[in-house]
C-alpha cells in the first residue's frame, strides 16, 4: 500500500466517524435544530436587504411587511398541522429533528421567493411586478 492509498484510508474514516458524530436522537434533533437556525438566519438576512433595497418605496415596504407577517403566521399554521400539538405525545423522542427539519425547508422556499427582489427577473419579463431590474 502506497502512503497515498493509507492516507486516503484515514480521510475516508475520518469522514465516516463525523457523520456517525450524531449517535443520540439528542443530537440529531440540536444537529436539525441547528440547521433550521441557519436557514433562518439567511431568511432574515434576504428580508434586511430587500427592505434596504426598496427603502424609498414605503407602498411596497408597507404590503411587503405585512406579507412577511402573514407568511410567519401560514408557516406557523402549517406546522401544526403537519405536527398537531395536541398530539405530540405520539411523535416521541423525534418530533423536535422533524420539526425543525420540516421547517428548515419551508423557510428555505420562503428565502428564495424573496430573492426574488434582490436577484430580479430576466431581462424582456414582462411580469416583474413590484420586482426592480
Known amino acids: 500500500m502506497t502512503v497515498r492509498n493509507n492516507l486516503l484510508i484515514v480521510f475516508l474514516m475520518l469522514a465516516a ?3 456517525a458524530r450524531a449517535d443520540t436522537q439528542f443530537d440529531l434533533n440540536k444537529e436539525a435544530c441547528e440547521a433550521l437556525k441557519k436557514a433562518d438566519n439567511e ?3 434576504v428580508y434586511q436587504q ?3 433595497k426598496y427603502k424609498s418605496d414605503k407602498v411596497f415596504i408597507d404590503r411587503f411587511v405585512s406579507a ?3 407568511w410567519i403566521e401560514f408557516k406557523d399554521a402549517y406546522v401544526d ?3 398537531v400539538p395536541e398530539y405530540q405525545d405520539t411523535y ?3 418530533l423536535p429533528m422533524c420539526q425543525c427539519y420540516f421547517i428548515e425547508k419551508i423557510t428555505e422556499d420562503r428565502t428564495k421567493q424573496l430573492k426574488v427582489w434582490i436577484d ?9 411586478g413590484s420586482v426592480s431590474h
Open 17 to 19: 466517524m463525523t457523520v
Open 43 to 45: 431568511l432574515n438576512q
Open 50 to 52: 430587500v427592505l434596504a
Open 68 to 70: 412577511q407577517r402573514k
Open 81 to 83: 398541522s403537519m405536527y
Open 92 to 94: 416521541g423522542s423525534v
Open 120 to 128: 430580479g427577473v430576466d431581462e424582456g419579463d414582462v411580469c416583474t
